[in-house]
């Protein structure tokens, strides 16, 4: 059986997550919802998620969680407009399903990473204002770039 969660809007702003209760989540989406945290690291035990939205939050802050690593299924990272920073995780581009990755307005620095040439499907890469470098590795090539 498939398992979405879908809480766009909502007005959690201290949220506790028990990833336990919700591991054969396939698709989570928060967008819109306003929380003040960072990304739970939990998220990284939710081994069947294919899509993460939580975009257009503008209060997830930090960085990207490490054991998101973990959710090898994952076609779609939805991050947009949030206070994210750091750079841009080495590991993002060893996903071999990851299709869609969409971080705009954010404080990503640094460079865009060679490992994103590795994931043959990735299709879109939206990184619009941040503080990245503009260069792009040689081997890029994305059907979509912004």
């Avoid at 998220?43 to 975009?55: I, K």
């Amino acid at each position: 059986m498939e398992m979405v969660a879908h809480f766009p809007n909502s007005s959690s702003t201290n949220m506790t997550w028990n990833s336990n209760r919700f591991w054969s989540i396939r698709e989570l989406n928060f967008f819109g919802t306003s929380f003040n945290s960072s990304i739970p690291s939990s998220f990284g035990y939710l081994h069947e998620l294919r899509n993460l939205d939580l975009s257009n939050d503008n209060l997830f802050s930090g960085v990207i969680p490490e054991n998101l690593f973990n959710c090898s299924f994952l076609i779609g990272l939805y991050l947009s407009d949030n206070n994210i920073s750091d750079k841009i995780p080495r590991w993002l581009g060893n996903l071999s399903f990851l299709e869609h990755i969409t971080m705009p307005n954010n404080h990503l620095e640094g460079p865009i990473l060679v490992e994103f040439c590795q994931p043959d499907s990735l299709q879109i890469l939206d990184i619009l204002e941040n503080n990245l470098s503009r260069s792009l590795p040689f081997c890029f090539s994305p059907l979509s770039i912004r």
